[in-house]
């Protein structure tokens, strides 16, 4: 059973730093493209960043490029996410999921809330 | 980048009633559209892919259509556990697969 199991979310003061992560299992976790996905409160779904499998290829969204840091370790299973001078509008619930090919998004986490406030 | 936009925003529907969202692409995509269903405080659920191909264990009275830059999601007869936000997203750009606004069904 596929599973994934984000962890790291919490308040954090405009400026400040956070570290998502994201255990997987129930998968050959390498062999997959994976993504974070947030979803501010009351709003929709925002695809935010991805990494490929194998060789660790990144994509950000504009919102975040420059500030967010996408990354993996295959041999722990384990997605990241390192957040650098967030803002207020960074406020969302950041959910991670597994790429199923060009179908889309397949497996996603339950989500884990990021508070940016003074 | 590639915008997607849904309509309605939010509808109101019976149970029974056959539901229609639109979802429209800045550009041409193909088939490679697809549908999630979130409800309130979950994550959401995958429920079509490659514009018409459902999910694994999604009811049929589910279905998706269209290619190129329109397409939609129809619920056949509408039930209770079918109330909730519907996203579509296109996944033609490598790995940058964007979201619609979601179209929120409720019930009438």
């Known amino acids: 059973e596929v599973q994934l199991l984000e962890s790291g979310g919490g308040l954090v003061q405009p400026g400040g730093s956070l570290r998502l992560s994201c255990a997987a299992s129930?998968?050959?976790?390498?062999?997959?493209?994976m993504t974070w996905v947030r979803q501010a409160p009351g709003k929709g779904l925002e695809w935010v960043s991805a990494v490929t499998g194998s060789d660790g290829i990144t994509y950000y969204a504009d919102s975040v490029k420059g500030r967010f840091t996408i990354s993996r370790d295959n041999s722990k299973n384990t997605l990241y996410l390192q957040m650098n001078s967030l803002r207020v509008e960074d406020t969302a619930v950041y959910y991670c999921?597994?790429?199923?090919?060009?179908?889309?998004?397949?497996?996603w986490g339950q989500g884990t809330l990021v508070t940016v406030s003074s | 980048d590639i915008q997607m936009t849904q309509s309605p925003s939010s509808l109101s529907a019976s149970v029974g009633d056959r539901v229609t969202i639109t979802c429209r692409a800045s550009?041409?995509?193909?088939?490679?559209l697809n549908w999630y269903q979130q409800k309130p405080g979950k994550a959401p659920k995958f429920l079509i892919y490659a514009a018409s191909t459902l999910q694994s264990g999604v009811p049929s009275r589910f279905s998706g259509g269209g290619s190129g830059t329109d397409f939609t999601l129809t619920i056949s007869s509408l039930q209770r556990e079918d109330f909730a936000t519907y996203y579509c997203?296109?996944?033609?750009?490598?790995?940058?697969?964007?979201f619609g606004q979601g179209t929120k069904v409720e019930i009438k």
């Open positions: 997203q296109q996944s033609y750009s490598t790995l940058m697969y964007t």
């Open positions: 999921a597994k790429y199923g090919g060009v179908a889309g998004f397949d497996y």
């Open positions: 129930g998968f050959t976790f390498s062999s997959y493209a």
């Open positions: 550009q041409s995509i193909g088939t490679y």
